[in-house]
């Protein structure tokens, strides 16, 4: 009969020597406490999947300086918390509306097939002045529908790399929009 072991002794096993493992081991304990966690404070489940990947990536760059002062769980609910806390507060002072809900909106309010025809070109030509780079981690991401791990693969860069990309190419699209949509 298998011994399971406690998440303090997962870490001190696995991390130096089979770190994939120690981080499987843990997000399957934890991924859907921390995700009600987010979903608590954000009342919003796409941002709180989004956010628990964040923490998750978040908590496993600092598990090497976990130094036990309280259980993991403990651990990882406060960089839950704070990491919510942070994103919302954020989000209020930045009052941001992503491309995709904003292009939405606009279209679909849009009784005008003009004005909906305007609002494609302006987010085609937002793309194109993006680089061929960014260009197609977005087409990787939004048109093959392939996940930010199968990217992180084919890169051969971090997850939280991926992410980050996505997000910078996300707000160029967006203030290029915006710039545009004001004249």
């Keep these: ?56 990536i978040k908590a496993f760059d600092k598990l090497e300086d976990f130094q036990q ?30 491309i995709d809900n904003g292009l939405e909106d606009r279209i679909g309010e849009s009784k005008d097939a003009q004005l909906e025809e305007e609002n494609l070109q302006l987010v085609r030509q937002a793309i194109a002045n993006l680089s061929s780079k960014e260009q197609a981690l977005l087409r990787l991401k939004y048109e093959e529908g392939l996940s930010i791990e199968q990217i992180s693969d084919l890169y051969h860069i971090k997850t939280s790399a991926v992410k980050m990309r996505l997000k910078r190419s996300r707000e160029k699209i967006q203030e290029f929009y915006n710039q545009q949509h004001r004249l």
């Design 1 to 56: 009969m298998k011994k399971t072991l406690t998440d303090e002794e997962v870490i001190r096993q696995h991390l130096s020597q089979d770190p994939n493992q120690c981080f499987e081991a843990l997000y399957k304990r934890y991924v859907s406490k921390v995700y009600q966690r987010c979903l608590s404070m954000t009342k919003d489940s796409e941002k709180a999947q989004d956010f628990t990947h964040d923490i998750f």
């Design 69 to 98: 002062r309280s259980s993991f769980s403990t651990w990882l609910n406060t960089i839950a918390y704070n990491y919510c806390a942070d994103q919302l507060r954020l989000a209020k002072r930045l009052n941001t509306t992503s």
